[in-house]
Nanobody
């Protein structure tokens, strides 16, 4: 069964860092782009980053550019999101998702259940 499981988020102080992971099972991650999304209370779910299957192409939303880094380890079937200089407005439920193809910019077919990240002092 195809599954994506995000690591546990948590409570982080403003300015702090957190690394999320997205572990895939039931399929080989190598062939697909993976995206990270987030949804804050009362807002729509937004895509914040994507990495191509090879890892050679990444993109970021303006809101996280320069602070977040997406990476992948295909040998471990895992994608990561390193989040630095966290702000209260980064508080949201974070989701990873599998694309239908190897490149970013296309539809996503499978989603993890999400993990809560709260940035607060």
């Amino acid at each position: 069964q195809l599954q994506l499981v995000e690591s546990e988020g948590g409570l982080v102080q403003p300015g702090g860092s957190l690394r999320l992971s997205c572990a895939a099972s039931g399929f080989t991650l190598d062939y697909y782009a993976i995206g990270w999304f987030r949804q804050a209370p009362g807002k729509e779910r937004d895509e914040i980053s994507c990495i191509s299957a090879s890892g050679g192409s990444t993109n970021y939303a303006d809101s996280v550019k320069g602070r977040f880094t997406i990476s992948r380890d295909n040998a471990k079937n895992t994608v990561y999101l390193q989040m630095n200089s966290l702000k209260p407005e980064d508080t949201a439920v974070y989701y990873c998702a599998k694309s239908s193809v190897a490149l970013c910019g296309f539809e996503y077919t499978h989603w993890g259940r999400g993990t809560q990240v709260t940035v607060s002092s």
